[in-house]
């Protein structure tokens, strides 16, 4: 019985973490005066563990932040998230007018066609460096 239970608690713990997979990254194109732009992805989870997105950082901007944005009375409203939980089986989507990752101070100008990295940092995972695709969208937010 105790051998039994030795097993299992050591598969549990080898079997038990995140795996995050991050897709479809891509960058709003924004005219060359514009300082600030966002991102948008999905960030899926196939391990059978919960795990946080806790930070981004790119070389095109100064800072990148969580935001996620909301319509009041009519009216857009951003506000920055500390951490984003990503469930074990789910995928969360950062689309427009929903999470997104915004790009403050850009440092460069953003084409169509461009590539360009984003770090995404997890609690459990790590960092995760994933390569999008400067898109044209329609609104910054
Ligand atoms: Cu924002």
Redo the contacts with the bound molecule.
Sequence with gaps: MGFVLLIFTILSLSFSQPNIVIEDLWVREVPPVST?S?AFLKIKNTGDEEDYLIKVESEIAEIA?I???SVKEGIIR?R?VKEVIIPPGQTVTFKPMGM???LINLKKTLREGEKVKLKFVFRKSGSIIAEGTVRKGRS??
């Design positions: 600030m966002a932040e935001h996620i944005s951003m920055r997104h990752v915004m910054v937010r």
